[in-house]
């Protein structure tokens, strides 16, 4: 059986196809990063328009790496929530065309599930149950994983995502997007102490969430007091960018992988699984494999090339082809994550 999954989600064109086996027989990915460099960050408009240029033949050169042609395929996968509306409609309106042309079944993929599906991929065997945590541009969750398919929400991010809150900060610091490589090799020439930033909500043992916006504001303040300062006019030595960055990327650290550990001990699990972009950051990576030691917990983090966006991580729609879990043809995008939190 050939699935091809389809991820339009953000800012990223991207299509694989992959055996019941979870056999990756083509993958590729056009990355948007040079059209939203200059605004640091991504602009929706011009992520979709980009979208719907490079759909195609995304799909194209992705059908030609495998071998195989459209008649070859046995469904059609997509990522229809979260993202930005605009992107998702481009993903799944040629998923729906090609599904329909092809009679082939449609599979929805939740994008944040698929990035902890891409840690079950890496490892090659069952990982599940974990409690699962994607850090990303525009997530920071925590769920309850008891199966595959089976995901429940049990903390999230109150306010900003620690992949924007990189972002930001590195574009405060006049560092080149995406932010979150630029504020690691930084950072590794600063002093992480040389800064006290805030952990927000970390004390808090009651509670899963993540808060990062006031981390984004002492940064913020610290850089150049309140008010809007032209930040390309300030003139920071390299040291001080160094010391900042360091001093940023540890108190993000210090909450992910607190609020990590606390979820696994609230759930009475011993597996953790990490996905998302942020979690190609190296440090972050470091202090969850020390952590996971000290506990004896079993941590499975994405490999690098799975960290960003990509389609091969939409083979979680295997597992939901194997359930008979189809959609049909009016399936449509949800932009916004579900909230609702079980409570433990």
């Known amino acids: 059986m050939n699935i091809l999954a389809i991820e339009t ?31 640091g960050g991504v602009v929706p408009e011009i992520a979709s328009r980009a979208h719907v240029q490079r759909i195609l033949p995304v799909i194209e050169e992705t059908l030609r790496r495998a071998g195989l042609a459209l008649a070859d395929l046995d469904a059609v996968a997509v990522a229809n929530t979260p993202g930005l509306a605009g992107s998702l409609l481009v993903g799944l309106s040629a998923a729906k065309a090609l599904a329909l042309a092809l009679e082939v079944p449609l599979i929805a ?36 994983c008891a199966g595959p398919i089976d995901f429940e929400l049990i903390g999230a991010t109150i306010d900003d995502a620690a992949g924007e809150a990189f972002d930001k900060v590195a574009s405060m610091l006049g560092l080149k997007y995406p932010g979150g490589p630029s504020i690691q090799r930084a950072a590794e020439h600063g002093n992480p102490s040389a800064w006290r930033f805030p952990r927000a909500l970390l004390k808090d043992k009651s509670r899963l969430d993540f808060s990062f916006s006031g981390l984004k504001t002492a940064v913020r303040y610290a850089i150049a007091g309140p008010g809007r300062p032209d930040f390309s006019a300030l003139n920071l030595s390299e040291q001080e960018v160094s010391d900042l960055a360091a001093g940023f990327q540890q108190a993000v650290i210090d909450c992910l992988a607190g609020k990590a550990f606390l979820a696994l001990e609230k759930t009475g699990m011993k597996r953790l699984c990490v996905g998302g972009g942020v979690a190609a950051n190296g440090p972050l990576r470091a202090r969850l494999e020390a952590d996971a030691r000290r506990w004896g917990v079993e941590l499975f983090v994405a490999p690098l090339e799975l960290c960003t966006d990509n389609a091969v991580m939409g083979a979680i729609a295997v597992e939901r082809f194997k359930a008979g879990k189809f959609e049909p043809l009016d399936l449509d995008v949800r932009p916004g994550v579900v909230r609702k939190k079980a409570t433990l």
């Open 9 to 39: 989600s953000c800012d990223e064109t991207a299509a694989a196809i992959i055996t019941d086996d979870l056999e990756v027989l083509a993958s590729v990915v056009a990355s948007q990063d040079k059209l939203h460099e200059r605004f």
């Open 109 to 144: 993929v939740n994008h944040l599930q698929a990035h902890i599906y891409a840690c079950r991929l890496a490892a090659g065997r069952d990982v599940f149950p974990c409690v699962g945590m994607i850090v990303s541009g525009g997530h920071t969750s925590l769920y309850r």
